[in-house]
């Protein structure tokens, strides 16, 4: 049974950072791209960084480049979000995802956490 687990929301004030981390079992973590998607109260799911199985490549979205980076720890099965410089605007139930290819497309994950708040103040 595949199991995704986020951690590291919060409230956070305009400026700060946060680091979200994300911990898999029952899939073989080192051979599947990891992404983060997120999505706010009346707005779509959209794809925020997503890293290949071997860490060689990330991409991010272009709200987010500069202020976020994502990583991974194969040995760990987990990968993370660390987040700088936040906005109001990042503030979102946060949701990590485990999936074939490292392209920031929902349909390319199969396997989903429930996700982690995370909610920047003015």
């Known amino acids: 049974q595949v199991q995704v687990v986020e951690s590291g929301g919060g409230l956070v004030q305009a400026g700060g950072s946060l680091r979200l981390s994300c911990t898999v079992s029952g899939l073989d973590f080192g051979a599947h791209a990891m992404a983060w998607f997120r999505q706010a109260p009346g707005k779509e799911r959209e794809g925020v960084a997503t890293i290949e199985w071997n860490a060689a490549n990330a991409y991010y979205a272009d709200s987010v480049k500069g202020r976020f980076t994502i990583s991974r720890d194969n040995a760990n099965n987990t990968h993370y979000l660390q987040m700088t410089n936040l906005k109001p605007d990042d503030t979102a139930m946060y949701y990590c995802?485990?999936?074939?290819?490292?392209?920031?497309?929902?349909?390319?994950?199969?396997?989903w956490g429930q996700g982690t708040q995370v909610t920047v103040s003015a």
């Open positions: 995802a485990a999936g074939t290819y490292a392209f920031l497309k929902a349909e390319l994950f199969n396997a």
